[in-house]
């Protein structure tokens, strides 16, 4: 085999249609879009969820409920995750941003009581629930 006998595997290349070249291309004339209408019109395409002048279903549809502006977003944490610190450690939102467990835009962390750990924490503006907290405490740690 020569350099000059490759050739592309056969079906892998595709000949271009080539639209409004004249009657004998088979192609002319209305360049396969055929007889007026929006669609053969130059820019003319329907618009996402038209569904060609019925009542579109994202209309049809009730709405329910609403979206609270105002709601807190938290980064949900448990005690296992905080293995990763050394013990005695002050574990604020930087600290958990500088691992990793903290990613994107949140308005806070909590920490959950999944896990055990004897390592001592000092936790600083961090939300706790009350079956956590006996746990950091019970290890002999605290939390600000």
């Known amino acids: 085999m020569q350099l000059h006998d490759l050739t592309p595997a056969p079906g892998s ?3 271009r249609k080539r639209v ?4 004998g291309s088979g192609m002319g004339k209305t360049s396969t879009r055929g007889h007026k209408g929006l ?3 130059s820019g003319g395409n329907v ?6 002048g019925q009542m579109p279903i994202y209309r049809r549809l009730p709405k329910r409920g609403f979206t609270n502006i105002f709601k807190s977003n938290y980064a949900v944490l448990n005690i296992v995750d905080l293995d990763r610190f050394d013990d005695g450690a002050t574990i604020d939102m930087d600290a958990l941003r500088e691992v990793g467990l903290v990613k994107g835009k ?3 962390a909590k920490l959950l009581s999944n896990g055990n750990t004897k390592k001592k924490f000092a936790l600083k503006n961090i939300l706790v629930s009350k079956t956590a907290k006996v746990k950091i405490e019970s290890a002999g ?3 600000e």
């Open 47 to 52: 618009r996402p969820g038209f569904e060609g």
């Open 39 to 41: 669609k053969a019109r």
């Open 141 to 143: 740690g605290s939390i």
């Open 20 to 23: 409004g070249r004249g009657p």
């Open 13 to 15: 290349r595709k000949k």
């Open 106 to 108: 949140v308005d806070g």
